[in-house]
T-cell receptor, first 116, second 112 residues
Framework: DAGVIQSPRHEVTEMGQEVTLRCKPI?????LFWYRQTMMRGLELLIY????????DSGMPEDRFSAKMPNASFSTLKIQPSEPRDSAVYFC??????????????FGSGTRLTVV | DQQVKQNSPSLSVQEGRISILNCDYT??????FLWYKKYPAEGPTFLIS?????DKNEDGRFTVFLNKSAKHLSLHIVPSQPGDSAVYFC???????????FGTGTRLKVLA
């Protein structure tokens, strides 16, 4: 099992450009989460998918952020246009549990995004 | 509004001594808690958990204590080792909400 795979590991982009982060969850896990880590707020949940369906996107900062999960093995988080304040580490995590579950998550290694 | 708080951003401990990491929460309905450990350039990894019906859970050198009346959670590491140096996050789960709420993390440095 390769775990949760995120790409790219590092992304440096100019303000105003579109950024796409990618995630491959663990096979068989039916829940997928996108988190953002910052010094001030720690790990913030951006969006949660269950069985490929977005369940809660209330953590998405603004309309510049969007996420998709076209199938059980792939998800993207897109920022368009990007801004310097979006600079952070973005984590994807998956879980075998359903909506009412206390299973822990398996996190990917993260994508460090720097917007200059 | 932080529902899960880790008020100590950093902690330094000598090798072999006890490390105590603290976490406070505001929602008395949380029913499951986890601790994650995070090394630089890696994702957080699960360390230990505790259900709200218990007050202690132990796994080797790691013990988590839950004080529900104080809404306080702590992680004890005994004895501390240099390899324990990492950022530790506590997280709380509320059944029906499908998500864990994480604290801001505490950076532990174990000095050799």
């Amino acid at each position: 099992d390769a775990g949760v795979i995120q790409s790219p590991r590092h992304e440096v982009t100019e303000m105003g450009q579109e950024v796409t982060l990618r995630c491959k969850p663990i096979s068989g896990h039916n829940s997928l989460f996108w988190y953002r880590q910052t010094m001030m707020r720690g790990l913030e949940l951006l969006i949660y998918f269950n069985n490929n369906v977005p369940i809660d996107d209330s953590g998405m900062p603004e309309d510049r952020f969007s996420a998709k999960m076209p199938n059980a093995s792939f998800s993207t988080l897109k920022i368009q246009p990007s801004e310097p304040r979006d600079s952070a580490v973005y984590f994807c995590a998956s879980s075998p549990g359903g909506m009412d579950s206390n299973y822990g998550y398996t996190f990917g290694s993260g994508t460090r995004l720097t917007v200059v | 509004d932080q529902q899960v708080k880790q008020n100590s951003p950093s902690l330094s401990v000598q090798e072999g001594r006890i490390s105590i990491l603290n976490c406070d929460y505001t929602n008395s309905m949380f029913d499951y808690f986890l601790w994650y450990k995070k090394y630089p350039a890696e994702g957080p990894t699960f360390l230990i958990s505790i259900s709200s019906i218990k007050d202690k859970n132990e796994d080797g050198r790691f013990t988590v204590f839950l004080n529900k009346s104080a809404k306080h959670l702590s992680l004890h590491i005994v004895p501390s080792q240099p390899g324990d140096s990492a950022v530790y996050f506590c997280a709380a789960y509320l059944s029906g909400t499908y998500k864990y709420i994480f604290g801001t993390g505490t950076r532990l440095k174990v000095l050799a």
